[in-house]
């Protein structure tokens, strides 16, 4: 099997998609414009790794409340330092930041909603 993409119940959907695609780099792939509005993201290699949609009536995580190590998604960041004060400046908060021995940088950042989010600046990447 290979994996699709992770599924998330927002109650600000289009706001988020708007961010990811402007401050991630994430593209819609395909939309549904009728509740649930499902929107499948893909990252730069053209994966879909996100799909984000509005079910109201459906308990919607409170992303806030949820400690990062719980879940989060991570992004290869080519140079974590600059995206990490990039993205503080449209909304993301600071959570805190690895430097590990071999050359590798990690940022925990929340965006704007709350959603944990990694930067992953690997000294050997995966």
Known sequence: MTFEHFALNV?????????????????????LNRPPFMTFLADSADRIVLELYHRP??????????????????????NAQQDKERL??????FIEEAKKDDGTHLV???????????????????
């Open 11 to 31: 109650a600000h959907l289009q706001d988020m998609v708007d961010w990811y695609q402007e401050h991630i780099g994430l593209k819609v792939v395909k939309q």
């Open 57 to 78: 009536e459906h308990k919607m995580t409170d992303f806030k409340k949820e400690h990062h190590i719980t879940f989060h998604i991570a992004f290869i960041s080519l």
């Open 88 to 93: 503080q400046k449209v909304g993301c908060s």
């Open 108 to 126: 925990m950042l929340r965006d704007p909603w709350g959603l944990p989010l990694q930067l992953c600046q690997r000294a050997t990447p995966f």
